[in-house]
T-cell receptor
C-alpha cells in the first residue's frame, strides 16, 4: 500500500520569497506523483505530475517539483511567492500499474502569503 | 471543454436523513471517481467506476453509502441514513480512461450533517 506525508500543515511565506512544500511517499513499486492545488470552495486543480523520465518537473503558475527516488521525496517549490498562491496544496501518489490508478493524498499544506 | 459538474454545491441535513449528490463528468471520460474530503484532511477515494462498472469500492461504507452510474455517464452518490461524521466535501473526478494518470476534479458538494 502507498502513503503520503506532507510536512507542515500550514506554511507562511512573504510575497516574493521562496515557497517550499515538502512531500514524502512510501510505495512498493515506482509511483506516479502529483501536486494539486485547492482554492477556497473549489475542487482540486493539477499543478504538475511525475510519471517517467526527467525528475525535475515544471508545472503551472511557476511551480516545479523534483522526484528524488533515494529520498522518496517530491518537494514542491516556487522561487517567488505571489498573493494568488494562497491556497491548500496536496501531494498525491498513484500506482499506475495497479487497477484503477487510485490516488492516495497527503493531508495537505495550507499556504498563507504575507504582503 | 466543460469541466466536471456537481450539484448541489452545499447541503445541510439532520442526522438520520438521506441525501444524494450528482456528478456529470467531462464528456467522453470513461472513468469516474467519488472522493470524501473531511475538513483538514486530504481526499479519500470512496468509489471508482469504469464506464458503468465498479472498479474499486473498498473504502465505501456500504451500510449507508451507495453509488451508481447506470448509463456510464453521470453518477449519483447517496447517503442513507447520514451521520454527523459524514460532514465533508464530496468531490467527483473523471479521467479519459482507466490507467490515465490525470484526474479532473469538480468543485465538490459541501455537506453539513447536524
Amino acid at each position: 500500500a502507498q502513503s503520503v506525508t506532507q510536512l507542515g500543515s500550514h506554511v507562511s511565506v512573504s510575497e516574493g520569497a521562496l515557497v517550499l512544500l515538502r512531500c514524502n511517499y512510501s510505495s512498493s513499486v515506482p509511483p506516479y506523483l502529483f501536486w494539486y492545488v485547492q482554492y477556497p470552495n473549489q475542487g482540486l486543480q493539477l499543478l504538475l505530475k511525475y510519471t517517467t523520465g526527467a525528475t525535475l518537473v515544471k508545472g503551472i503558475n511557476g511551480f516545479e517539483a523534483e522526484f528524488k527516488k533515494s529520498e522518496t521525496s517530491f518537494h514542491l517549490t516556487k522561487p517567488s511567492a505571489h498573493m494568488s498562491d494562497a491556497a491548500e496544496y496536496f501531494c498525491a501518489v498513484s500506482l499506475y500499474k495497479a487497477a484503477g490508478n487510485k490516488l492516495t493524498f497527503g493531508g495537505g499544506t495550507r499556504v498563507l502569503v504575507k504582503p | 471543454e466543460a469541466g466536471v459538474a456537481q450539484s448541489p454545491r452545499y447541503k445541510i441535513i439532520e442526522k438520520r436523513q438521506s441525501v444524494a449528490f450528482w456528478c456529470n463528468p467531462i464528456s467522453g471520460h470513461a472513468t469516474l471517481y467519488w472522493y470524501q474530503q473531511i475538513l483538514g484532511q486530504g481526499p479519500k477515494l470512496l468509489i471508482q467506476f469504469q464506464n458503468n462498472g465498479v472498479v474499486d469500492d473498498s473504502q465505501l461504507p456500504k451500510d449507508r453509502f451507495s453509488a451508481e452510474r447506470l448509463k456510464g455517464v453521470d453518477s449519483t452518490l447517496k447517503i442513507q441514513p447520514a451521520k454527523l461524521e459524514d460532514s465533508a466535501v464530496y468531490l467527483c473526478a473523471s479521467s479519459p480512461r482507466q490507467g490515465e494518470e490525470t484526474q479532473y476534479f469538480g468543485p465538490g458538494t459541501r455537506l453539513l450533517v447536524l
